[in-house]
Nanobody, 127 residues
């Protein structure tokens, strides 16, 4: 069983940056798509960004394109999310997730395609 542990959340002023890390243990995730999702109160969980197993292809929600960058370092079984120019609407709990199936990008934006989840880390950007 895989354990995903996120770190890096907190309270940050609008316009500033945060960087998340997601460290995996128990199984390699180097052959799977990894994603970051977020959920705000009253909203559905949504994909923020995803990255293929090689790290060569990334997917982003329109709301974060140009501001957020997902990356991975397979040798450390770790995925990162760099968040720049944060906005109040980025306030949410952020979750790291690993895909169920190896070498599969289909439906990368769908949370039900991921079966490994971290506990989440909160980001608050006051307005």
């Amino acid at each position: 069983q895989v354990q995903l542990v996120e770190s890096g959340g907190g309270l940050v002023q609008a316009g500033n940056s945060l960087r998340f890390s997601c460290a995996a243990s128990g199984r390699t995730l180097s052959n799977r798509v990894m994603g970051w999702f977020r959920r705000s109160p009253g909203y559905e969980r949504e994909l923020v960004a995803a990255i293929t197993w090689t790290g060569l292809t990334q997917f982003y929600a329109d709301s974060v394109k140009g501001r957020f960058t997902i990356s991975r370092y397979n040798a450390k079984n770790t995925v990162y999310l760099q968040m720049n120019r944060l906005k109040p609407e980025d306030t949410a709990r952020y979750y790291c997730a690993g895909r169920s199936v190896q070498y599969d990008t289909s439906g990368y934006e769908r949370s039900e395609k991921y079966n490994d989840w971290g506990q989440g880390t909160q980001v608050t950007v006051p307005s």
